[in-house]
């Protein structure tokens, strides 16, 4: 509680100058908290805009290795891959063949960035015919996600992440259990050292309608509200963490982000645990629609609303504007 009479002068004389502003600046936006979001597709010299993410890309393994390069340059840590299979099954199969988009994507990375940390999404809607985040199981009147099945295949995928040559993996799909399953079923295979950052409040949202696009994983049929979280609730968001935190996650992670700044605060708060924020394909776009119409200034929106989650109590931001930023702030 702040008590007493502060004089509003000294206020001002702190705000004055823009060298004194940075010294006594209560929160920091650095390139070192971000993840660089990236979207690889089989075939050769594929570089495809997505039309609802302007300045975002589709690329071919051996296009996105020039993107990676070019962020390494940026001083940007880490990426996160998201792969679109040519073909893909009811059980999503290629999400944990060693033979995968991901995990040959992967290898060409290493190979060529080796010093770049590579992040897997874990999920299974880019990957199954349905766009369901698991394996479904089925009767006369509906279809359902199969919980316990899901963590089975979940455990393939991970490993067969690692033998690639993952740094870490990013359980996203919210399946009860996840995250024991996955530690247990890399410590199996010897992967004891490889974290776990769990996308552990992820909300029912509106917001990733352009991700659907990018990563043409859109439900065929109903949605994804059984296994994600309303977006009304707070303390199921804090019991969701922890169990994950209890299971084995290294980081938690509330997605989407800038609607949900209380929920960042509240789990960095409540846990005092790494905590990352998704800054999501639809704040992205929204920018981006309001920038190109010169409705804002891009730099300055993109930076006031990073800081904001920074403010809020997140540690890493996973956004599309990384290379922006890192240019913007060096």
């Given at each position: 509680?702040?008590?007493?009479?502060?004089?509003?002068?000294?206020?001002?004389?702190?705000r004055k100058d823009e060298n004194i502003r940075k010294m006594v600046r209560e929160n920091h936006l650095s390139v070192n908290d971000l993840i660089y979001p990236l979207f690889i597709v089989e075939g050769e010299?594929?570089?495809?805009?997505?039309?609802?993410?302007?300045?975002?890309?589709?690329?071919?393994?051996?296009?996105?290795?020039?993107?990676?390069?070019?962020?390494?340059?940026?001083?940007?840590?880490?990426?996160?891959?998201?792969?679109?299979?040519?073909?893909?099954?009811?059980?999503?199969?290629?999400?944990?063949?060693?033979?995968?988009?991901?995990?040959?994507?992967?290898?060409?990375?290493?190979?060529?960035?080796?010093?770049?940390?590579?992040?897997?999404?874990?999920?299974?809607?880019?990957?199954?015919?349905?766009?369901?985040?698991?394996?479904?199981?089925?009767?006369?009147?509906?279809c359902d996600v199969d919980n316990d099945r899901t963590l089975e295949l979940l455990k393939k995928q991970v490993v067969s992440h690692a033998k690639a040559g993952a740094d870490m993996v990013a359980p996203s799909?919210?399946?009860?259990?996840?995250?024991?399953?996955?530690?247990?079923?890399?410590?199996?295979?010897?992967?004891?050292?490889?974290?776990?950052?769990?996308?552990?409040?992820?909300?029912?949202?509106?917001?990733?309608g352009p991700f659907r696009d990018a990563a043409e994983s859109t439900p065929s049929f109903g949605d994804r509200r059984s296994y994600q979280m309303d977006p009304a609730n707070v303390n199921e968001a804090l019991?969701?963490?922890?169990?994950?935190?209890?299971?084995?996650?290294?980081?938690?992670?509330?997605?989407?982000?800038?609607?949900?700044?209380?929920?960042?605060?509240?789990?960095?708060?409540?846990?005092?645990?790494?905590?990352?924020?998704?800054?999501?394909?639809?704040?992205?776009?929204?920018?981006?629609?309001?920038?190109?119409?010169?409705?804002?200034?891009?730099?300055?929106?993109?930076?006031?609303?990073?800081?904001?989650?920074?403010?809020?109590?997140?540690?890493?931001?996973?956004?599309?504007?990384?290379?922006?930023?890192?240019?913007?702030?060096?």
């Amino acid at each position: 509680m702040i008590t007493g009479k502060f004089p509003k002068l000294r206020l001002r004389r702190l705000r004055k100058d823009e060298n004194i502003r940075k010294m006594v600046r209560e929160n920091h936006l650095s390139v070192n908290d971000l993840i660089y979001p990236l979207f690889i597709v089989e075939g050769e010299n594929v570089k495809e805009e997505i039309k609802s993410m302007p300045g975002q890309y589709r690329y071919s393994i051996d296009k996105v290795i020039e993107e990676v390069k070019e962020v390494k340059e940026l001083g940007i840590p880490a990426i996160i891959l998201f792969g679109i299979p040519e073909k893909k099954d009811d059980i999503g199969s290629d999400s944990f063949s060693d033979d995968g988009i991901i995990q040959r994507s992967i290898k060409a990375i290493k190979e060529s960035v080796p010093e770049m940390y590579v992040i897997t999404d874990v999920c299974f809607c880019e990957y199954t015919s349905h766009g369901h985040c698991g394996y479904l199981k089925c009767s006369e009147k509906s279809c359902d996600v199969d919980n316990d099945r899901t963590l089975e295949l979940l455990k393939k995928q991970v490993v067969s992440h690692a033998k690639a040559g993952a740094d870490m993996v990013a359980p996203s799909g919210m399946m009860d259990g996840m995250i024991k399953a996955i530690r247990k079923g890399l410590d199996k295979a010897d992967f004891t050292e490889i974290p776990i950052m769990s996308y552990a409040a992820k909300y029912t949202s509106a917001y990733y309608g352009p991700f659907r696009d990018a990563a043409e994983s859109t439900p065929s049929f109903g949605d994804r509200r059984s296994y994600q979280m309303d977006p009304a609730n707070v303390n199921e968001a804090l019991r969701e963490v922890a169990l994950d935190i209890e299971e084995g996650a290294d980081i938690v992670m509330v997605k989407p982000a800038l609607s949900y700044m209380d929920v960042i605060k509240a789990v960095k708060e409540t846990f005092k645990y790494p905590t990352a924020a998704y800054n999501v394909s639809g704040e992205y776009s929204m920018i981006k629609a309001a920038a190109m119409n010169d409705w804002i200034d891009e730099k300055r929106v993109v930076i006031e609303t990073l800081l904001s989650m920074k403010r809020a109590g997140a540690d890493i931001i996973l956004t599309y504007f990384a290379k922006d930023v890192a240019k913007w702030i060096g």
